[in-house]
């Protein structure tokens, strides 16, 4: 189980945020972090916790272990206005997303 | 360019059966452990099975009990989801997504088919 949050995320451009995500049990460094458009399929941003999908932006960053884990946005933009997703794979040969949070203009 | 295109999503009934396809371009198929997600109306994501590159390793989610067969064909490139008695929970956006190989992420989806199950 991965319980993400906040749910809902208001900010303005230029703002840092983070997004958490909090395991039930520890699943080591194996989480991801994806990025979803409306009626677009989503796009991996950072793998293994932190490390950046290529091509993608800086100002994206992942951190964490074990059973928390975090997403950061350094200065949100307009195109960063979406919903996101963590992501991990357990040791039941499964992967499990959370919730999602979508971050809205304030 | 790593392309993924599913295909075959449709009305049906309850009780129903539906397959869908997944097919891929521009890296070699055959290498690549690949999954399906789905995604109900104004929902998250939601896994529902993996499979391996040679096909011999194949998860579900517990939550499909049994009532859904993932394949493929590597020499047509192709990934498929057989979806048998189809309930209205199973409404939903289906994305074929590719296992980076990497660290248990998926590095590219296609676009996704929608399959709507309704009397």
């Known amino acids: 189980q991965m319980t993400q949050s906040p749910s809902t995320l208001s900010a303005s451009v230029g703002d840092r945020i983070t997004i958490t995500c909090r395991a039930s049990q520890s699943v080591s460094s194996w989480l991801a972090w994806y990025q979803q458009k409306p009626g677009k399929a989503p796009e991996l941003l950072i793998y293994k916790t932190s490390t950046l999908q290529s091509g993608v932006t800086s100002r994206f960053s992942g951190s964490g272990s074990g059973k928390e884990f975090n997403f950061t946005i350094s200065s949100l933009q307009p195109e960063d206005f979406a919903t996101y997703y963590c992501q991990q794979y357990n040791t039941y040969s499964a992967w499990t997303f959370g919730q999602g949070t979508k971050v809205e203009i304030k | 360019e790593v392309q993924l295109v599913e295909s075959g999503g449709r009305l049906v009934e309850p009780g129903g059966s539906l397959r869908l396809s997944c097919a891929a371009s521009g890296f070699t198929f055959r290498n690549y452990n690949m999954n399906w997600v789905r995604q109900a109306p104004e929902k998250g994501l939601e896994w529902i099975s993996y499979i391996s590159s040679s096909g011999r390793t194949i998860y579900y989610a517990d939550s499909l009990k049994g009532r859904f067969t993932i394949s493929r064909d590597n020499a047509k490139n192709s990934l498929y989801l057989q979806m048998n008695s189809l309930r209205d929970e199973d409404t939903a956006v289906y994305f074929c997504?590719?296992?980076?190989?990497?660290?248990?992420?998926?590095?590219?989806w296609g676009q996704g088919t929608l399959v709507t199950v309704s009397s």
């Open positions: 997504a590719r296992d980076s190989s990497v660290a248990a992420d998926f590095d590219h």
